[in-house]
């Protein structure tokens, strides 16, 4: 049945650099910034004679991933050989896990666009990664780093439950925030420690039978931001369509398989990388030098009591329990420690109610977190230091603006919110009689304003308001003085 | 006595009370060497100045009184596989790693010189132990000590010929399907694999992974069980040994006099077929009519897939490991780079095809192919489904008996070059060795007589898992009634 609109069906493999002090076999250390070459020993460089063992951390990162991701760890789980000759992979083997991962099934819930779709969970393994070979445009010869050979690597592979390229991205997102969430991986884009592998195909139709028709799948290798995720697939939707329209016959799945692409990020496309036929035989066999894995279920189970509240129920637990609306609760949760701080901020605050906590979150912490590029344990005040300010505010001690400063100031100094107001006195003032003597001479110094505002000019008002404000420092209570003027030029 | 001629236990006796010096010890070895090496050929390389340094400093220590360790001063030989950091290749004899020079110590070396061995040089080896003979060797073929036209065995010919001839009192081989046992046999020594992850493998250049096992020649059973001592444990480098809290190492040598009684023997018919050597036969049933002699029972047991099934399940599987282990010589980061190449591919190929010899490449090929899709299954994964059958034979049979005995090989030792034109006739000289490592299990070959034409016929005994300190008591009740380690080969008569 052609003429239907064609359904992209998308699976994504995705391999992340897990968060361990050292490599997957070895106890040399993950480091990205080493001078080439400094971070290895025989072991991880694949010498004559060497012999890897496991790294017991890696293993229980990924259990910890595979278990967020609502999937079973099975009893018996057992590492492979994967051969391919490339100069960055000294032994010419990866180990890899083949046909009995740590980790299968399961789903990841990815909100997009204020829904949510669910997206199912293959399998979870774990595997080393490879060096790095270079060109250098100079050199006669390539040149290979091996710092990065022997890393632990977790691949995540899903189910083709993503139709499109926003889903696409969402998904990388969502699974991205996920391992950061859990301190599975820093999955920092730009170390390239979240590489991502979408298998791209389009159903087109149903034979005969009923059964699903599909273009062939093609499988987009190693693309390393959201960005070129999302474009990657976009562009790989059109061109499956096109493909298809031009050779409604030939182009399917059954006739040319699978194969493997890569993507220019300068000039947005994908090119040819290896046919079906092309196809590498990776002799995979189990590998001799390791015990399979046999996780003990108490260690199961106690990975499992340590899991953390996920952001997908965290984010819908604050809308309900805090009153949040969807985008300050997305926001609020997108980071485990600012989600964190701001429930311990909402607990420790005595006046400060919890929207108007998500507020001084969003315009005042996370604004100061963005532009000192700083993670929230890195400030040196504490979500109690953040309720003493809001409340000082809350309960008309200072003004909203003053807040700020103030807020500003204790991240400066470390001196509490009490502190910094008493040394600088900057509590506002609601002394009537105080704030009355300034009304008057705000009123004589500005009469067209004045004249406006009786003249049935509300916004004037706000003028006035300002020079009052600035004429005491910033310390008067506008609310008090909004009253005094209204009687003032009213009365 | 000269003291090339004594074992390394007695030599060890000396060294302690003081009635041989370390250098002595080193000295006469060295001068063994140079004189009966040049025949013989054991030896790929010697590290003089550094056996004679080293046991001066030994002596020094022993002078002083501190406890030097199981081997103070006892000179040894390596197996030119296992990794040495002090200057000498490790080459494999391959001439793909003939540049090679290992920047670690294997785990067993540095047992040996934490037990206060000396280290006087390595030996020669079947290429990568591929082979039966040591006449796969990159560089030259090993001679038999008792006759120089014939061969030592292999792969471990180097070490089993060096001990043969008493230029050195002990040495350590690797055994994948026979690779000690069977050249022990032919040399007239005692050698013995342990069960797999009795010894760290970490240094040792892979052959076959899980068939791979590091173990003692000596002229003795107590010997062999010395160097076991000295070597065996667990390593955290190596997850298949086995941890000391599960299989602690017991003393070999403490009870190694006392007979194990009642001893029931298992005699499989497989071992005595198609295939053996009357001559052989005949010494072999000498040997377990002295054990019946000592009170033992010989029992008539089946291991119905453990010659024809065991040859040809061990050939998979080491051939499909061993193409994977070999995997990492492309000329790239180890082994021969080739001069000459287009690209990248050719260069590969070009280095591959320079640097391995031609039973090496005939693995790898046989390898590749067990383990490639579509054939996988039916090679690779029955393969290892034979191999639990077998592991099943010796299970059921050390219900019933306490060890298995026949012979090592067989035939005496061959002569150069007679199967190096038929490898598939070369296979079968493993045929009683390798179920033994396709099972992980125990097995030891000690000396138990002569044919007419002077060459010594092993007797191989197998033992459970972990069973190595009752196999070296059965073994050395033989030892016992009968003298073979006293005989020497001719070529040792020549001594000044
Ligand atoms: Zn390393």
């Avoid at chain 1, 493999?13 to 076999?25: G, R, W």
């Avoid at chain 2, 990794?83 to 000498?88: A, Y």
Wanted: charged share 25%; net charge negative.
């Amino acid at each position: 049945m052609s003429g239907a609109e064609p359904i992209p069906t998308i699976g994504m493999e995705v391999h992340l650099h897990l968060a361990t002090h050292t490599k997957m076999f070895c106890a040399c250390a993950v480091e990205y910034d080493a001078p080439p070459n400094s971070r290895v020993c025989p072991v991880c460089l694949g010498m004559p004679g060497v012999l890897p063992v496991m790294n017991r951390k890696a293993v229980e990162l990924a259990i910890r991933m595979a278990l967020a991701l609502n999937g079973t760890i099975p009893d018996f789980a057992k590492w492979d050989r994967k051969h391919y000759y490339y100069p960055d992979l000294p032994k010419n083997y990866q180990i890899s896990e083949y046909d009995q991962p740590l980790g299968v099934g399961g789903y990841l819930d990815v909100p997009l666009d204020g829904e949510t779709f669910r997206v199912g969970i293959t399998r979870v393994h774990l595997e080393e990664d490879a060096g790095k070979l270079m060109h250098p445009e100079d050199g006669a010869c390539s040149v290979v780093d091996l710092n990065r050979t022997g890393t632990p690597l977790l691949e995540v592979v899903s189910e083709p439950d993503i139709h499109s390229a926003e889903q696409a991205r969402a998904y990388g997102e969502t699974l991205r925030q996920l391992a950061v969430y859990l301190a599975v991986g820093d999955c920092n884009m730009q170390l390239g420690q979240m590489r991502f592998e979408p298998n791209i195909s389009l159903q087109i139709g149903t034979d005969e039978k009923g059964r699903p028709r599909f273009t062939p799948i093609s499988e987009i290798k190693n693309l390393n931001s959201f960005r070129s995720v999302e474009r990657a697939v976009a562009f790989e939707i059109a061109r499956h369509r096109q493909e298809y329209e031009d050779d409604p016959d030939g182009y399917t799945l059954e006739r040319l398989g699978k194969s493997t692409r890569g993507w220019l990020d300068d000039r947005e496309e994908t090119f040819l990388q290896r046919s079906k036929e092309e196809a590498n035989d990776y002799r995979y066999f189990p590998e001799p030098d390791l015990v399979p894995v046999v996780p003990d279920r108490k260690w199961v189970d106690t990975i499992r009591a340590g899991l953390p509240e996920l952001p997908e129920h965290r984010r819908r637990r604050f809308i309900k329990e805090y009153g949040l609306p969807q985008y300050d609760a997305g926001v609020l949760t997108a980071d485990r420690e600012v989600a964190d701080f701001y429930e311990e901020y909402v607990r420790s605050a005595a006046n400060t109610d919890a929207k108007t906590a998500a507020n001084w979150m969003m315009q005042d912490v996370m604004r100061i977190l963005n532009e000192r590029k700083v993670a929230i344990a890195e400030i040196r005040i504490g979500p109690g230091d953040v309720a003493e300010v809001s409340d000082m505010v809350v309960t008309g001690t200072i003004n909203r603006s003053t807040g700020s400063d103030v807020f500003a100031k204790m991240l400066e100094s470390g001196k509490s919110a009490a502190e910094i107001v008493e040394e600088e006195n900057l509590a506002q003032t609601s002394d009537e009689s105080e704030l009355k003597a300034v009304v008057d001479r705000v009123i004589a110094e500005n009469p067209g304003p004045a004249e406006d505002f009786r003249g049935g000019k509300e916004r004037a008002l706000g003028r006035l308001i300002g020079q009052a404000m600035r004429a005491t420092g910033g310390k008067a209570n506008p609310k008090v003085v909004r009253e005094i003027l209204v009687r003032k030029l009213r009365g | 006595m000269a003291t090339i001629d004594l074992t390394a236990c007695r030599m060890r006796d000396a060294l302690r009370a003081r009635n041989l010096s370390a250098v002595e010890a080193a000295g006469a070895c060295l001068e063994a060497i140079d004189r009966l090496n040049p025949g013989i050929r054991a030896f790929l390389s010697t590290d003089a100045q550094g056996a004679r340094r080293r046991a001066e400093e030994i002596d020094k220590r022993l002078d002083a009184g501190e406890d030097v360790g199981l081997l103070a001063g006892v000179p040894v030989a390596v197996k030119d596989n296992m990794c040495t950091d002090d200057g000498q290749p490790t080459s494999c004899a391959s001439r793909i790693l003939e540049n090679w020079r290992a920047p670690y110590n294997a785990h067993v070396v540095e047992r040996l010189l934490e037990e206060g061995a000396v280290i006087v040089g390595k030996t020669n080896m079947d290429e990568f132990a591929m082979g039966s003979s040591t006449e796969n060797s990159g560089f030259e073929a090993t001679r038999n000590p008792w006759d120089l036209d014939r061969v030592p065995g292999g792969s471990s010919g180097g070490s089993a010929a060096a001990v043969s001839a008493r230029m050195v009192p002990m040495a350590l081989g690797s055994d994948t399907g026979g690779s000690i046992r069977q050249p022990a046999a032919l040399c007239g020594v005692v050698g013995l694999k342990p069960t797999y992850g009795r010894v760290s493998r970490y240094g040792l250049v892979a052959f076959a992974s899980s068939l791979d096992q590091i173990g003692p020649f000596g002229r003795t059973v107590e010997d062999a069980a010395l160097l076991l001592q000295a070597t065996a444990g667990h390593d955290p480098r190596d997850s298949t040994s086995v941890p000391e809290a599960d299989q602690p190492v017991p003393d070999y040598l403490a009870a190694l006099d006392e007979p194990v009684a009642p001893l029931r023997i298992g005699v499989p018919k497989e071992f005595f077929g198609e295939g053996l050597d009357a001559e052989v036969e005949k010494i072999v049933r000498d040997a377990l009519a002295v054990y019946a002699g000592l009170g033992a029972e010989l029992v008539n047991i089946d291991l119905p897939h453990s010659t024809d099934y065991a040859i040809a399940t061990y050939y998979i599987v080491a051939t499909s490991e061993a193409s994977s282990n070999l995997a990492r010589y492309d000329g790239v980061h180890y082994g021969h780079r080739s001069s000459d190449h287009a690209d990248m591919i050719d260069m590969y190929m070009r280095s591959r095809e320079e640097g391995f010899g031609d039973e090496v490449k005939r693995r790898i090929m046989l390898g590749t192919y067990a383990l490639s899709a579509g054939y996988y299954d039916a090679y690779y994964k029955k393969a290892l489904q034979v191999r639990r059958l077998i592991r099943q034979d010796f299970d059921r049979a050390f219900e019933k008996v306490d060890c298995i005995m026949g012979p090592t090989s067989p035939t005496a030792a061959f002569r150069q070059g007679e199967k190096t034109d038929d490898p598939l006739t070369m296979y079968l000289s493993d045929v009683y060795t390798a179920s033994c490592n396709l099972a992980a299990i125990a097995g030891v070959s000690i000396p138990c007589g002569f044919t007419e034409a002077g060459l010594p016929v092993g007797l191989q005994i197998l033992s459970g898992v972990f069973t190595e300190e009752r196999l070296l008591r059965i073994a050395r009740m033989y030892e016992r009634e009968t003298d073979w380690p006293s005989r020497a080969p001719p070529v040792c008569g020549e001594a000044p």
